[in-house]
């Protein structure tokens, strides 16, 4: 054989080996690839399926707040008025006035609503809230006691004339009538002593208000009778002759 | 003569250029497989990321009640303050 015959074929055997290393590594990258990208497609699969509710899910959301906030504004408008009402939203969200006038049509600047809306807490004061705004920090204790509101209320709201904090809210109702431990009027000690009772100067007021009731005529057959008591108030010349 | 020639080249520029060829396929392909690695991590860190996607029901329903709540609290505002 020919030695350049020979060269050639031993080329050719190289270019077939170098043929058959690299392809031979193609095809364990791809069949690598292959498998990656099963995985890729697993994973993909499972984030299409959790996020297929998110657009009807957040749709719902917004329609929701939408809602809310629409009413919320709307009762704004009502309660504080066209001007006021988008300079609340204004002093406590930046921006959200400019927003609210807006959405209803209106454009120009929004009112600027001080630290204290006036109106506001003429309203809270008008409701017997002795309203806090203003009056201090937002540190501190919650001015409310959720579990004893009502002893928080009282120490918010000071009554001079109420009961003390632990105290009964309201004294007992008298007892009345003749088991009555203490009979306005009665005959305290013996007969001898002049019943109690307030002295009325018929001469200076009006004669009904010291008239006393009567007790009422005894109906024939009557099974019960009222009784009464001498409340002294005395006498006065004639009464026993029209009693006569 | 031209058999030595044909052969020569073979060898010097054929086997060389079939080589550099076939190692630019295997490279480009290695690089494949290696982005095909990261895309799965990343796949499947999304995919782990996407789990409390199932409590926007709860968030929806909370929505619901709060702005029922707030309805509710409107309507007794409505009627114990003073409109404007």
């Known amino acids: 054989m020919d030695a350049a015959a020979v060269v050639t074929v031993l080329a050719v055997v190289l270019i077939i080996l170098a043929l058959v290393v690299f392809l031979v590594g193609v095809i364990l990258e791809l069949r690598k690839i292959t498998a990656g990208l099963d995985v890729v497609i697993g994973a993909v699969g499972e984030i299409l399926r959790k996020t297929e509710p998110v657009n009807e899910v957040v749709h719902a959301i917004n329609a929701d707040l939408g809602a809310g906030t629409e009413l919320l504004e709307g009762l704004l408008l009502k309660k504080a008025g066209p001007e006021d009402g988008p300079g609340l939203v204004e002093s406590v969200f930046p921006g959200g006035g400019t927003a609210m006038l807006e959405r209803e049509g209106r454009s120009g600047p929004v009112k600027n609503i001080d630290v204290v809306y006036t109106r506001g807490a003429v309203q809270l004061v008008r409701l017997g809230r002795e309203s806090p705004l203003g009056a201090g920090g937002e540190a501190g204790p919650a001015l409310r006691d959720a579990e004893y509101s009502s002893t928080a209320a009282r120490s918010l709201y000071s009554n001079p004339t109420g009961p003390e904090a632990g105290a009964r809210s309201r004294p007992g109702s008298p007892t009345i009538g003749s088991g009555a431990p203490a009979v306005f009027g009665s005959v305290t000690g013996g007969a001898d002593e002049p019943p109690t009772g307030p002295t009325v100067d018929l001469d200076a007021g009006d004669a009904a208000d010291a008239t006393v009731d009567q007790p009422p005529a005894a109906k024939p057959g009557a099974k019960d009778e009222v009784e009464t008591k001498d409340i002294g108030l005395g006498s006065r010349p004639g009464d026993e002759q029209a009693a006569e | ?84």
């Not at chain 2, 060389?16 to 497989?33: M, N, T, Y």
């Not at chain 2, 996607?53 to 309805?71: I, K, M, P, S």
């Open chain 2, 1 to 84: 003569m031209l058999g030595w020639i044909g052969a020569i080249v073979l060898l010097v520029v054929v086997v060389p250029v079939v080589v550099v060829l076939l190692k630019g396929v295997l490279d480009a392909a290695r690089r494949v497989s290696a982005a095909v690695e990261q895309v799965e991590a990343a796949a499947k860190a999304a995919s782990a990321d996407l789990d409390a996607v199932e409590l926007l029901g709860t968030t929806r329903t909370q929505v619901n009640q709060t702005v029922g709540v707030v309805a509710n609290y409107g309507g007794s505002l409505d009627t114990i303050l003073d409109d404007a």
